[in-house]
């Protein structure tokens, strides 16, 4: 089932700039029991993001009402919120858009993830770099060519998911996933101010890990730091949480950090 603006169809219109120029932002919600896990999360990302790209998006209510009813009629899946700045003009400038478009989708839950978390994954290090943008930094917004570069290379691999830097060479997140790995006691994420997306998911693990007896420190690392790490794992909204057996010629016996953290993903905020 597709929703946009409230009105069940599957057509949006070609002057829209989500299909224009990319003008505009998502998020991609896991549905639990017909309930949209980390909803005000994902809707303080929304907010967020359109504030960022001055979006002048003003429907809360309206969108966390239709999220919530749209989540119901689906025991588990994945429900994706997309805003966009609405119908536009040829040119760039959003002068005369007033009106932003919001689109709701549900889909099925990714059948993989629970085998995933079983048997965990092995990363390849793409080829394709993510460029650096300060002003969109961690933002989930709709330009997304460079992961579907990501993605089309990865497929070329035996690989189930891909560790990705940015143009300067610094390690930055995966493909469609945040990256944390661990060496003793202390637990590194990457920085994120230059590329990458700060995911939901990510954020909830910062959270629980800063109550924890981990030290966790968010960090500028070559990929060397991940091969020589005791333990990986890759997290997003939906999977939560995935142990990485091996990245190159490195593989990783430890699941401490994993076994930690997959029990407090899973009992995730629900609104």
Not at 15 to 42: A, K, W, Y
Not at 57 to 75: H, I
Not at 138 to 166: M, S, Y
Not at 215 to 244: F, G
């Amino acid at each position: 089932m597709v929703l946009i603006n409230g009105v069940e169809q599957d057509s949006l219109a070609a002057s829209d700039r989500g299909v224009q120029f990319g003008d505009g932002c998502f998020t991609t919600v896991r549905i639990s029991r017909g309930v949209p896990e980390f909803l005000e999360q994902h809707l303080q990302r929304l907010q967020n993001t359109c504030r960022a790209l001055l979006i002048p998006f003003s429907e809360w209510p309206t969108l966390s009402q239709e999220m919530r009813a749209l989540a119901q009629t689906q025991q588990d899946g994945v429900l994706k919120v997309i805003i966009t700045r609405g119908k536009g003009g040829r040119g760039y400038s959003p002068s005369a858009c007033y009106s932003p478009t919001r689109i709701l989708s549900l889909s099925p839950a990714p059948a993989h993830y629970p085998r995933w978390q079983q048997q965990g994954i092995t990363l390849a290090l793409s080829p394709v770099r993510l460029g650096r943008n300060p002003m969109l930094a961690g933002l989930k917004h709709l330009n997304r060519l460079e992961q579907v570069l990501i993605r089309a290379q990865l497929e070329q691999t035996q690989a189930d998911e891909a560790l990705v830097l940015d143009s300067e060479g610094w390690v930055t997140e995966c493909c469609a996933a945040n990256l944390f790995w661990r060496a003793g006691n202390t637990v590194f994420t990457p920085r994120l101010e230059h590329a990458g997306v700060n995911g939901i998911m990510r954020q909830h693990c910062l959270s629980v890990l800063a109550q924890s007896r981990f030290h966790v420190v968010e960090v500028s690392a070559r990929e060397d730091a991940v091969r020589q790490a005791d333990e990986v794992l890759i997290c997003n909204a939906l999977m939560p949480v995935v142990p990485v057996n091996q990245f190159a010629e490195a593989r990783y016996l430890s699941r401490e950090l994993f076994e930690f953290l997959a029990p407090l993903c899973e009992q995730s905020k629900k609104s």
